[in-house]
């Protein structure tokens, strides 16, 4: 199994919702990652956990909170968006952060904040 | 079956000489390409893009050439420089920039 899973795979919210992305990989992969990509852009770089404790948080705004429960699974909950967060939200996973490791991505979760 | 494909999982070059990185691709629809690279205890960077109405896009030491006929692009960091080690990434999509999918990455190692 080399995939990375994402649910849902779309998602509409309100400005006022509480929802939740879910990532999840069985490849025993220690680092997961969450990516923001709006459209015609690269993604950007979110969060990094490494060994289920974040180790990157690249200045995200506190609406966007990440959870790692178990080293398979990677969570990222949202609160109070506003409609420019809406995105196409990508997880990753890697065996681990070092240099020599392989990246899978999953296929996304489209997010549309209304 | 891979969409996207690096069949070079390593390579080594040294300092100074050029770096090759190779990517092919299996779907004609495929119209934008993204290079990355992944330092230690960081997650993949963006590099360089190339639209497939280019063949070729230049920044600084690293150019990435595009062939739609053959379906391979390729990146050349020239001169390279041991800071350049990481593992890159080539990745495609095929509405433009919406979605992307991934290729399995290629380890270079700059030797000074």
């Known amino acids: 199994d080399t995939e990375v899973t994402q649910t849902p795979k779309h998602l509409v919210m309100g400005m006022t919702n509480k929802k939740s992305l879910k990532c999840e990989q069985h490849?025993?992969?220690?680092?997961m990652y969450w990516y923001k990509q709006k459209a015609k852009k690269p993604p950007e770089l979110m969060f990094v956990y490494s060994y289920e404790k974040l180790s990157i948080n690249e200045s995200v705004p506190s609406r966007f909170s990440p959870e790692c429960p178990n080293s398979s699974l990677l969570n990222l909950h949202l609160h109070a968006l506003q409609p420019e967060d809406s995105a196409l939200y990508l997880c990753?996973?890697?065996?681990?952060?070092?240099?020599?490791?392989?990246?899978?991505f999953g296929q996304g979760t489209r997010l549309t904040v209304v | 079956d891979q969409q996207v494909k690096q069949n070079s999982p390593s390579l080594s070059v040294q300092e100074g000489r050029i770096s090759i990185l190779n990517c092919d691709y299996t779907n004609s629809m495929f119209d934008y390409f993204l290079w990355y690279k992944k330092y230690p205890a960081e997650g993949p960077t963006f590099l360089i893009s190339?639209?497939?109405?280019?063949d070729k896009n230049e920044d600084g030491r690293f150019t990435v050439f595009l062939n739609k006929s053959a379906k391979h692009l390729s990146l050349h960091i020239v001169p390279s420089q041991p800071g350049d080690s990481a593992v890159y990434f080539c990745?495609?999509?095929?509405?433009?920039?919406?979605?992307?999918?991934f290729g399995p990455g290629t380890r270079l190692s700059v030797l000074p």
């Open positions: 490849m025993g992969h220690r680092a």
């Open positions: 990753a996973s890697s065996q681990s952060t070092g240099l020599n490791t392989e990246a899978f």
């Open positions: 190339i639209s497939s109405i280019k």
């Open positions: 990745a495609a999509s095929a509405d433009y920039g919406q979605n992307f999918v």
